[in-house]
């Protein structure tokens, strides 16, 4: 049976099967269309499944999401507390700021531990790592508290800040918003 070619024996039709276009060159029209491009093709193909000649309007929309990006990522307190470090960073750099330590070569050393942590072996200093970040976190945010003027305006975010680097891991968040609503995807064969 040949693979790279379609040919034609004894009336048996060989097909090769292949993808209709490179994968690069939709991440290249979707970069040229813009974010505007991909909702006005969104909201033509909503348009369009809506007029229907029998005069009713289907609630249905079938849109095949295939080709979108997934950028999708699971949130950590790790993730977090290390997004609170870097936002301190920043702004104890723009506002000029003092510093006790900087923390950039515990911190590098600190996230390495914490790679491959679903490994037996890297388990436990993983979870040290996490403990020290912690901590790390909720020192820079105490002396950004402490160096900025009283009523500024990252009051509101330092204290977000605080309720992030005190909360416990058993709290969770279990707040839906009715305001959104609610989709449901159907993969297209």
């Known amino acids: 049976m040949p693979t790279t070619n379609t040919s034609v024996e004894h009336t048996n039709l060989y097909v090769v099967p292949s993808y209709p276009c ?3 060159e939709l991440v290249h029209f979707r970069h040229r269309i813009g974010e505007e491009g991909i909702e006005l093709i969104l ?3 909503i348009r369009v499944n809506d007029e229907d000649p029998s005069g009713k309007g289907d609630k249905t929309a079938l849109i095949d999401s295939t080709v979108q990006e997934k950028n999708i990522t699971y949130p950590t307190d790790s993730k977090l507390h290390r997004k609170i470090i870097r936002k301190c960073q920043r702004i104890s ?3 000029s700021l003092p510093v006790r330590q900087s923390y950039t070569r515990t911190l ?3 996230f390495g531990d914490q790679r491959f942590r679903n490994h037996p072996k890297n388990c436990k200093k993983a979870l040290r790592a996490d403990k020290k970040i912690k901590t790390i976190a909720a020192r820079l945010v105490r002396e950004l508290e402490r160096n900025l003027v009283a009523n500024s305006m990252y009051s509101p ?4 800040f605080f309720g992030y680097c005190l909360r416990k891991r058993t709290v969770r968040c279990l707040f839906q918003p009715k305001s959104i609503p609610v989709f449901q995807c159907k993969s297209i064969p």
Do not use: H, V
């Not at 975010?157 to 977000?160: D, E, F, G």
């Open 22 to 24: 490179n994968a690069s």
């Open 157 to 160: 975010l330092i204290s977000q």
């Open 108 to 110: 590098k050393s600190l």
């Open 93 to 95: 750099q723009k506002e």
């Open 43 to 45: 909201a033509e193909s």
